[in-house]
């Protein structure tokens, strides 16, 4: 696999996963958030509609990437398209709920760096977003999978790449949900 597109909700694990699968696979990794918005000394600045596709349009015109982010619009169908694999990370809502207040606790206290300021409206904005995704998010990425057959993998958990990584190796068996 020299493609990947891992999508899920904010907290599922989607950018641990990329670090951990672009460490073990030697394969470079993109925040879609990152292409969303320019990061700036002075804060980021959303990129209009035409610099977000040439931005996207140059990752996936690579051999090889990871891309990954919550994201769900029509801009994101490259990713889906050219990936060899998409990972949608089906990760409980309450583990979500811990990691997104555990990540915030580490960003304030400058244990972990952040491409955003943490703020509490910002962590209150991902409570809404992953209470957004389990209510409408999940069942829209899963319909949107659907078109995708095979390519696609769900994980529950993290600990379940191992699955992805039996891919790696030319492994074709029969699927299931972790």
Same mark, same amino acid.
């Given at each position: 696999?020299?493609?990947?597109?891992?999508?899920g909700s %904010?907290?599922?694990?989607?950018?641990?996963?990329?670090?951990?699968?672009s460490?073990? /696979?030697? /394969?470079?990794?993109?925040?879609l *958030?990152?292409? %969303?918005?320019?990061r700036?000394?002075?804060? *980021?600045?959303?990129?209009?509609?035409?610099?977000? *596709?040439?931005?996207?349009?140059?990752?996936i015109?690579?051999d *090889?990437?990871?891309?990954?982010?919550?994201? #769900?619009?029509?801009?994101?169908g490259?990713?889906?398209?050219?990936?060899?694999?998409?990972?949608?990370?089906?990760?409980p809502?309450?583990?979500?709920?811990?990691?997104?207040?555990?990540r915030?606790i580490?960003?304030?206290?400058? #244990?972990?760096?952040? !491409? $955003? &300021?943490?703020?509490?409206t910002?962590?209150?904005?991902?409570?809404?977003? !992953?209470h #957004?995704? #389990?209510?409408?998010?999940?069942?829209?990425?899963?319909?949107?999978l659907?078109?995708?057959g095979d390519?696609v993998? %769900?994980? &529950? &958990?993290?600990s379940?790449?191992?699955k992805?990584?039996? $891919?790696?190796?030319? $492994?074709q068996?029969?699927?299931? !949900? !972790?």
């Open positions: 696999m020299k493609r990947i597109h891992i999508i %904010v907290g599922s694990g989607k950018t641990t996963l990329a670090r951990r699968l460490s073990e /696979l030697g /394969l470079p990794f993109y925040e *958030d990152n292409v %969303v918005w320019k700036t000394p002075a804060g *980021d600045v959303r990129r209009t509609e035409e610099e977000r *596709d040439a931005c996207l349009a140059g990752i015109g690579a *090889d990437w990871i891309t990954e982010g919550a994201h #769900q619009a029509g801009w994101i490259p990713c889906l398209e050219h990936a060899e694999r998409i990972v949608f990370l089906d990760t809502y309450f583990t979500r709920l811990r990691r997104i207040i555990s915030f580490r960003q304030k206290t400058g #244990q972990e760096q952040a !491409n $955003y &300021k943490p703020t509490w910002i962590l209150w904005k991902m409570f809404c977003w !992953n #957004q995704f #389990q209510r409408e998010g999940r069942l829209k990425a899963m319909e949107l659907k078109t995708y390519k993998l %769900v994980l &529950k &958990k993290n379940a790449i191992d992805l990584l039996v $891919y790696k190796e030319g $492994y068996g029969k699927r299931k !949900n !972790n």
